[in-house]
């Protein structure tokens, strides 16, 4: 009895995992294929969501700490380490040679004479007018300068993202940015410059264009600016420029009392600019090439860590799989009476050990149990097995079945709430730090209930899950009579 139903059970569990993914569209094909297909087809749509986020797992985040040659030398050797992981991992990966190649050619950038200042803010703030300044006469510097020219910030239309992604690369790679504005801050202005002290990039503030103001307003104007960004930007990097002054109407009174108006230029300013960028190319040469390397080595250490935990996270599904439907078939053959032994059964040590395992951690059977037993409570907590029975039940009744076979809720239950405990370890695993194996490694428990909240709430598309046990109801139970409402 047992044997006959084990089958179609498989079938309907994933196909309720499936569901539960939302891709409806490959489940209405289930009647209609051999179940090798169906599973094949349901075991590659139940990874969809997970597939889809794959490559957003291994962010490497750049937050703004002082970057010497030792914290350089160990971000190296940590990229070192995952190249070298990967290719153990998978030695024929074409990402291999791609990651040496770009971590090489960070490394010889790293030891470059020059210094790459970088000309970026909103439109026409006067970027063009002050790379022609500073290309005429250059500012004194032991080191060559190069200047780039960025595509003008927060424009709208149908390129400015794309123009904005281009303006974020090409910034990224220069050593020290100076950002123009002709005002006080806007919002996104503030916004992006934050950014950019977070990614540990060097900003120089140019309040642009001050010609525009009347003479006691301009340093008014520029203590205002300083004080806005207090905090991220020092005073003395907040420095008024004209790069291009127009002309203005001056009234002069003669000396007969009658006023002759004259149109007067003010003189091209840059000399605050010139002064602040000598002191700093002087004083920070070295510090500004460190800093550019290390967002150029936390860029391939990125892509790295990507294509590894790509390369686990398609071990794992199928072991997560494998685990869903040996729980399955176990519920269904001798249903739980109680909630809580569902969330155990769904998430079992041995699972978590072999996932621990392609991750290259090693758990104690101890260890194993303690995150297991965490997750297993946090599903408790959260009322996840209350709200997936329920949800399952519910859609068994409104299939309007007349016979329901014990087991089958907690048969469909346990394969889903497995499934995101699966998930929920690998999203925990692929976030930490590679290191070198190690024995023992304790369990960040909060993180690891928050995972799971979150593989929930992102797991969790009911509508879907309707058609898809009705059709698993045909698989599963295909003697019993069934009125379809
Ligand atoms: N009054 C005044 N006008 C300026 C100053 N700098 C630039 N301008 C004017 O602002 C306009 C834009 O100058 P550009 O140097 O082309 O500015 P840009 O940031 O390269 O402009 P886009 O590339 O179009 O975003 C021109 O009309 C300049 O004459 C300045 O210091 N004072
Ligand atoms: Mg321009």
């Given at each position: 009895?047992?044997?006959?139903?084990?089958?179609?059970?498989?079938?309907g569990?994933i196909?309720l995992?499936?569901?539960?993914?939302?891709l409806d569209s490959?489940?209405h094909s289930?009647p209609g294929?051999?179940?090798?297909?169906?599973?094949?087809?349901?075991a590659?749509?139940g990874?969809y969501?997970?597939?889809?986020?794959?490559?957003s797992?291994a962010?490497?985040s750049?937050?703004?700490?002082e970057?010497?040659q030792?914290?350089?030398d160990?971000?190296l050797?940590?990229?070192e380490?995952?190249?070298?992981?990967l290719?153990?991992?998978?030695?024929?990966?074409?990402?291999?040679?791609?990651?040496?190649?770009?971590?090489?050619?960070?490394q010889?950038?790293?030891t470059?004479l020059?210094?790459?200042i970088?000309?970026?803010?909103g439109?026409?703030?006067?970027?063009?007018?002050?790379?022609k300044l500073?290309?005429t006469?250059?500012?004194?510097?032991t080191?060559?300068?190069?200047?780039?020219?960025i595509?003008?910030?927060f424009?709208?239309?149908?390129e400015?993202?794309?123009?904005?992604l281009?303006?974020?690369?090409?910034t990224?790679?220069?050593?020290?940015?100076?950002?123009l504005?002709?005002?006080?801050?806007?919002?996104t202005?503030?916004?992006?410059?934050?950014e950019?002290?977070q990614?540990?990039q060097?900003?120089v503030?140019l309040?642009?264009?001050?010609?525009?103001y009347?003479?006691?307003?301009r340093?008014?104007?520029?203590?205002?600016?300083q004080?806005t960004v207090?905090?991220?930007?020092?005073?003395?990097?907040?420095?008024?420029?004209?790069?291009?002054p127009t002309?203005?109407?001056?009234?002069?009174?003669q000396t007969?009392?009658?006023?002759l108006?004259?149109?007067e230029?003010?003189?091209?300013?840059?000399s605050?600019?010139?002064?602040?960028?000598?002191?700093?190319?002087a004083?920070e040469?070295?510090?500004?090439?460190w800093?550019?390397?290390?967002?150029?080595v936390?860029?391939?250490q990125?892509?790295?860590?990507t294509?590894?935990?790509?390369?686990?996270?398609?071990?794992?599904l199928?072991?997560?799989e494998?685990?869903?439907?040996?729980?399955?078939?176990?519920?269904?053959?001798?249903?739980?009476?109680?909630?809580?032994?569902?969330a155990?059964?769904?998430?079992?040590?041995?699972?978590v050990i072999?996932l621990?395992?392609i991750?290259?951690?090693?758990?104690?059977?101890?260890?194993a149990?303690?995150?297991?037993?965490a997750?297993?409570?946090?599903?408790l907590?959260?009322?996840?097995v209350e709200?997936?029975t329920?949800?399952?039940?519910?859609?068994?009744?409104?299939?309007?079945?007349t016979?329901?076979?014990?087991?089958?809720?907690?048969?469909?239950?346990?394969?889903?709430l497995?499934?995101?405990?699966g998930?929920?370890?690998v999203e925990?695993?692929?976030?930490?730090?590679?290191v070198t194996?190690?024995?023992?490694?304790?369990w960040?428990?909060?993180l690891l209930?928050?995972?799971l909240?979150?593989?929930?709430?992102?797991n969790?598309?009911v509508?879907?899950?309707?058609?898809?046990?009705?059709?698993?109801?045909d698989?599963?139970?295909?003697?019993?009579?069934?009125?379809?409402?």
């Amino acid at each position: 009895m047992n044997t006959v139903l084990q089958r179609p059970l498989l079938v309907g569990g994933i196909g309720l995992t499936l569901g539960l993914w939302g891709l409806d569209s490959v489940s209405h094909s289930l009647p209609g294929v051999g179940d090798l297909v169906a599973l094949g087809a349901i075991a590659a749509g139940g990874g969809y969501w997970w597939y889809s986020r794959r490559g957003s797992q291994a962010k490497v985040s750049v937050g703004k700490i002082e970057i010497d040659q030792a914290t350089l030398d160990k971000a190296l050797s940590q990229v070192e380490l995952v190249i070298n992981q990967l290719t153990i991992e998978s030695p024929e990966s074409p990402q291999i040679a791609k990651l040496r190649q770009e971590l090489a050619q960070v490394q010889t950038n790293s030891t470059r004479l020059d210094r790459q200042i970088a000309i970026t803010g909103g439109q026409r703030v006067g970027k063009n007018s002050l790379l022609k300044l500073l290309t005429t006469t250059p500012v004194p510097s032991t080191a060559p300068l190069k200047y780039i020219k960025i595509p003008a910030l927060f424009t709208s239309g149908a390129e400015s993202d794309a123009t904005e992604l281009t303006a974020k690369q090409l910034t990224s790679n220069a050593d020290l940015v100076l950002f123009l504005t002709n005002g006080d801050l806007t919002a996104t202005e503030y916004r992006y410059i934050t950014e950019l002290h977070q990614a540990n990039q060097r900003v120089v503030l140019l309040l642009n264009q001050v010609d525009r103001y009347l003479p006691d307003e301009r340093s008014l104007i520029l203590q205002k600016l300083q004080s806005t960004v207090t905090g991220t930007l020092a005073a003395a990097d907040v420095v008024s420029t004209s790069t291009a002054p127009t002309p203005i109407k001056v009234r002069k009174i003669q000396t007969d009392g009658s006023s002759l108006e004259t149109l007067e230029t003010l003189p091209v300013d840059i000399s605050s600019l010139n002064q602040q960028l000598t002191n700093i190319l002087a004083t920070e040469g070295e510090k500004l090439l460190w800093a550019t390397t290390y967002r150029q080595v936390a860029g391939v250490q990125t892509t790295a860590k990507t294509a590894l935990n790509t390369v686990r996270s398609d071990r794992a599904l199928p072991l997560i799989e494998q685990n869903q439907w040996i729980v399955a078939a176990a519920a269904f053959a001798n249903p739980l009476p109680v909630l809580d032994l569902l969330a155990t059964a769904a998430v079992n040590a041995q699972m978590v050990i072999d996932l621990g395992a392609i991750y290259q951690q090693k758990f104690s059977f101890e260890q194993a149990q303690a995150a297991a037993g965490a997750m297993g409570s946090v599903m408790l907590k959260l009322g996840l097995v209350e709200l997936c029975t329920q949800t399952v039940a519910g859609l068994l009744k409104t299939n309007a079945i007349t016979f329901v076979a014990g087991g089958l809720v907690q048969g469909l239950s346990a394969a889903y709430l497995t499934r995101i405990a699966g998930l929920t370890l690998v999203e925990y695993l692929a976030a930490q730090d590679l290191v070198t194996p190690e024995p023992t490694r304790a369990w960040n428990l909060d993180l690891l209930g928050n995972t799971l909240q979150k593989v929930f709430q992102a797991n969790q598309r009911v509508a879907y899950m309707q058609t898809v046990v009705k059709q698993g109801i045909d698989k599963l139970m295909p003697d019993a009579s069934v009125s379809v409402g």
